[in-house]
């Protein structure tokens, strides 16, 4: 069964700390590993990680995937209260036809920053 | 350009009944995928669309089904109403090209039953 685990499960930091949030996964055909931020409803695309790409970064948002060790993280450095989230791991499987998403989802990093 | 648009965004139905979600995806999204999402389960992958033809299907029971027009709207049809059909449902929908790889999702629609 194809598994996708996140770690830790929630985290409170303080504005201006570094995370780094964690998502390890087993899974046959993987494909790429994506990021999403979830605050209310809907989840925010961050980063998509495929073996043409294991490193990303945007502004203070960062990620790497590790294909040997099947794991991936997502540094968030310099904190904000803004940066409160669910976080969300994904990994997209092979051999769902060409430009076709079928994701496994991790539980989520519930990241809690205080002023 | 407008998001993915989910409607209703909240429902409250009771057992035995049937109920109809809506997705209109991105303008030029062919492909539509829904989820669920409940506390204990997380996101789970219900089933995509794309050109209007099932293309995956998660492990959920028959009583969850679907559809995709010729305009890429999608429907999810839940049927014979459990309590633990309670969870936000989610849809998204993608494009992808060789340089651009994204999954867009809507705010959901909150789904109670009771």
């Known amino acids: 069964e194809d598994k996708v685990v996140q770690s830790p499960l929630s985290l409170v930091v303080h504005e201006g700390d570094t995370v780094t949030l964690n998502c390890s996964y087993e899974?046959?055909?993987?494909?790429?590993l994506l990021w999403y931020k979830q605050e209310k409803k809907a989840p925010t695309f961050l980063f998509m990680l495929t073996s043409s790409g294991i490193e990303k970064k945007s502004g203070r948002l960062s990620s790497i995937l590790d294909k040997k060790e099947l794991s991936s993280i997502l540094n968030i450095t310099a904190t904000q209260t803004g940066d409160s989230a669910i976080y969300l791991c994904?990994?997209?499987?092979?051999?769902?036809?060409?430009?076709?998403?079928?994701?496994?989802f991790g539980k989520g990093t519930k990241l809690s920053v205080i002023p | 350009k407008a998001g993915v648009t989910q409607t209703p965004r909240y429902l409250i139905k009771t057992r035995g009944q049937q109920v109809t979600l809506s997705c209109s995806p991105i303008s030029g999204h062919r492909s539509v995928s829904w989820y669920q999402q409940t506390p204990g389960q997380g996101l789970q992958f219900l089933f995509e669309?794309?050109?209007?033809?099932?293309?995956n299907k998660g492990n959920f029971p028959g009583r969850f089904s679907g559809r995709q027009f010729s305009n890429s709207r999608s429907e999810m049809n839940v049927s014979t109403l459990e309590l633990g059909d309670s969870a936000l449902y989610l849809c998204?929908?993608?494009?992808?090209?060789?340089?651009?790889?994204?999954?867009?999702f809507g705010s959901g629609t909150q789904l109670s039953v009771l």
């Open positions: 994904a990994v997209e499987l092979r051999g769902s036809g060409a430009g076709s998403y079928q994701l496994t």
């Open positions: 998204a929908s993608s494009f992808r090209t060789a340089t651009n790889e994204k999954l867009f």
């Open positions: 899974v046959t055909n993987f494909r790429s």
């Open positions: 669309y794309f050109s209007e033809t099932q293309r």
